[in-house]
């Protein structure tokens, strides 16, 4: 492992022994370094590393005021002439991670406005945001061809499952429960874009080919189950998880 793996680790012992100052430095550290030194920390960087934030932000109230300005400035620089999906990326996860996605949701309506281009480029990373704050008639405009869009997630999708079946791999089932869930979560908003727009038809033959473009018997299952049960891909997950350590 790298040094920015190492500082992510030592942000989190900081955290458990209430050193919270030195996490939060960590954090920050982390936050803005990490890609320069490991590109490959991207995914860790918008996720497992903000949930460890948010963790420290629950006993250190500092830790969230200054992942909060972390937000606004890089909100700032967007809207002041550094167009950048990557950064609307950041600024998106984050505000996911502070429960505050109805910041996203505005700082679209005024990409929307002043900068329609770079907003057709992050529809995809706002659509959570628009839907959450019922915004469906913005939502639906940046979705001109919803078909097509669930046709290219299946694609992904199958793609993605045929890689793994080529590896052989025994411990990615967690990987492809978790991007089940996240295929069947995305297809939902799609489909409930449509239907609060008054598209019945549309939002149904979206969810039917949500399905009929999957290659696999057992993918299809899946997501069918996940359609069926939101949740169950989850409780799958916790299940595998369970099994593992009940075999070591």
């Known amino acids: 492992m790298g040094q920015a793996h190492d500082i992510l680790e030592r942000a989190r012992k900081a ?3 209430n050193r919270y100052e030195d996490a939060l430095r960590d954090h920050l550290w982390f936050h803005e370094n990490a890609l ?3 590109p490959g920390m ?22 969230r005021r200054a992942l909060q300005g972390l937000r606004d400035r890089d909100t700032a620089r967007l809207l002041n002439g550094a167009e950048s999906r990557e950064l609307f990326r950041d600024i998106g996860a984050i505000n996911g991670a502070l429960g505050e996605e109805r910041a996203t949701h505005e700082l679209f309506v005024q990409m929307d406005i002043q900068m329609p281009a770079l907003a057709q480029q992050c529809a995809d990373l706002a659509l959570p945001a628009l839907v959450a704050a019922e915004d469906f008639a913005l939502a639906r405009r940046y979705l001109p061809e919803p078909l097509a869009r669930v ?3 299946a694609a992904h999708l199958n793609a993605y499952t045929e890689q793994l079946a080529k590896s052989g791999s025994t411990s990615s089932a967690p990987a492809l429960l978790a991007t089940v869930l996240n295929y069947a979560k995305e297809v939902r908003m799609v489909a409930l874009v449509l239907a609060r727009q008054d598209e019945e ?15 696999s018997p057992a993918l299809r299952d899946a997501v069918q189950r996940e359609f069926d049960t939101p949740g169950a891909t989850i409780a799958a997950m916790v299940a595998h998880a369970r099994g593992e350590q009940a075999g070591q």
């Open 151 to 153: 046709q290219t997630l």
């Open 201 to 215: 038809d549309a939002a149904q033959q979206v969810m039917t080919a949500a399905l009929d473009e999957l290659q």
């Open 42 to 63: 991207a995914g860790v960087r918008l996720s497992f590393a903000l949930r460890d934030w948010i963790y420290l932000a629950e006993q250190f109230p500092l830790a």
């Open 36 to 38: 320069a030194v490991e």
């Open 15 to 17: 955290r458990l022994e």
